[in-house]
């Protein structure tokens, strides 16, 4: 089973990744882009077979290890 | 509009900071994960109005900039 998580930090949370992104497609003469959010996503193989096992063992990892709950927020899916 | 890229490595091409986490995750006692793979996620607010012409777009932008096309590959949704 396949779970795919992705973080992304929290609204309200400064990008500077993001808006470097953003300053460079400017940069490349692509207008009309009003804001870029950068994150991360973690494709995980899972030997389990329960999908709502699964995906609870995810998200404890992701407490655990994946997100910064501080400042980022997770969604975790199974794929 | 808003478009989400999602760019991850291509099958084949190494990747250590997934299997970093993998082995991480092994640590923490989270059993049953049989490969991670990292990628990146980058979400854009976009002025453009039509889907189509968006998608195709935010396609030249990964072309020129978001993604390595040599090593990695890239998914666009619109959301």
């Given at each position: 089973?396949?779970?795919?998580?992705?973080?992304?930090?929290?609204?309200?949370?400064?990008?500077?990744?993001?808006?470097?992104?953003?300053?460079?497609?400017?940069g490349l003469g692509f207008s009309?882009?009003?804001?870029?959010?950068?994150?991360?996503?973690?494709?995980?193989?899972?030997?389990?077979?329960?999908?709502?096992?699964?995906?609870?063992?995810?998200a404890r990892m992701c407490e655990?290890?994946?997100?910064?709950?501080?400042i980022e927020k997770y969604a975790?899916?199974?794929?």
């Amino acid at each position: 089973m396949k779970a795919r998580v992705t973080i992304m930090l929290k609204d309200g949370v400064l990008d500077p990744q993001g808006e470097a992104i953003r300053h460079a497609l400017g940069g490349l003469g692509f207008s009309g882009v009003d804001g870029v959010r950068q994150g991360k996503v973690i494709e995980l193989d899972l030997a389990s077979v329960d999908a709502d096992a699964a995906k609870a063992e995810v998200a404890r990892m992701c407490e655990g290890l994946l997100a910064n709950t501080v400042i980022e927020k997770y969604a975790v899916e199974i794929v």
